[in-house]
T-cell receptor
Framework: DQQVKQNSPSLSVQEGRISILNCDYTNSMFDYFLWYKKYPAEGPTFLISISSIKDKNEDGRFTVFLNKSAKHLSLHIVPSQPGDSAVYFCAAKGWNSGGYQKVTFGIGTKLQVIP | NAGVTQTPKFRVLKTGQSMTLLCAQDMNHEYMYWYRQDPGMGLRLIHYSVGEGTTAKGEVPDGYNVSRLKKQNFLLGLESAAPSQTSVYFC????????????FGDGTRLSIL
């Protein structure tokens, strides 16, 4: 049972245009959300995050939007650059019964930015 | 500042062999984690540690053991490797406390024949 779903395995966007990566979650107890970026043969690197008490967080070209009622978040990249070509993982945090803030990852979306 | 370093980067084992994957971090992070990544699946947590001398099971702990004898190191052991353990293994670390992002190593690609 995937609690964090990234339904688009891949996305192609022209350089300079907007990239929109989507993520849906099912567990209403998640209270913090993150996006990680991964290049081939490297580990994921933290990109941007958002708390469940907010609906938007912006960092340069990257903006994350959260719609709690729809259990949906999205990552916008504007403008997209060829160096943004990578796999993007959505992740959600929630407290488990052991007092640990468990992180659940989606399967990732591969973004290709075409020059 | 190396961040999170995983050793080895690649390894091929035969079924039944044992091995240990080493993770080292130089950021003085309290928390450390071991994940596996398989095609079509997100990163799945194997074991984690919230401090030196502590370990706990994640969502897929069977067939693995871990130890955290020093704060900077987190070891993942396979006592008797099985083909189902063929995967890419990632180690991560983070500060304790709420909502701290994890810092990942570059992964270990492990094949079990």
């Amino acid at each position: 049972d995937q609690q964090v779903k990234q339904n688009s395995p891949s996305l192609s966007v022209q350089e300079g245009r907007i990239s929109i990566l989507n993520c849906d979650y099912t567990n209403s107890m998640f209270d913090y959300f993150l996006w990680y970026k991964k290049y081939p043969a490297e580990g994921p690197t933290f990109l941007i995050s958002i708390s469940s008490i907010k609906d938007k967080n912006e960092d340069g070209r990257f903006t994350v939007f959260l719609n709690k009622s729809a259990k949906h978040l999205s990552l916008h990249i504007v403008p997209s650059q060829p160096g943004d070509s990578a796999v993007y993982f959505c992740a959600a945090k929630g407290w488990n019964s052991g007092g640990y803030q468990k992180v659940t990852f989606g399967i990732g979306t591969k973004l290709q930015v075409i020059p | 500042n190396a961040g999170v370093t995983q050793t080895p980067k690649f390894r091929v084992l035969k079924t039944g062999q044992s091995m240990t994957l080493l993770c080292a971090q130089d950021m003085n992070h309290e928390y450390m984690y071991w994940y596996r990544q398989d095609p079509g699946m997100g990163l799945r947590l194997i074991h984690y540690s919230v401090g030196e001398g502590t370990t706990a099971k994640g969502e897929v702990p069977d067939g693995y053991n871990v130890s955290r004898l020093k704060k900077q190191n987190f070891l993942l052991g396979l006592e008797s490797a099985a083909p189902s353990q063929t995967s890419v293994y990632f180690c991560a670390s983070s500060y304790g406390g709420d909502n701290q992002p994890q810092h990942f190593g570059d992964g270990t690609r492990l094949s079990i024949l």
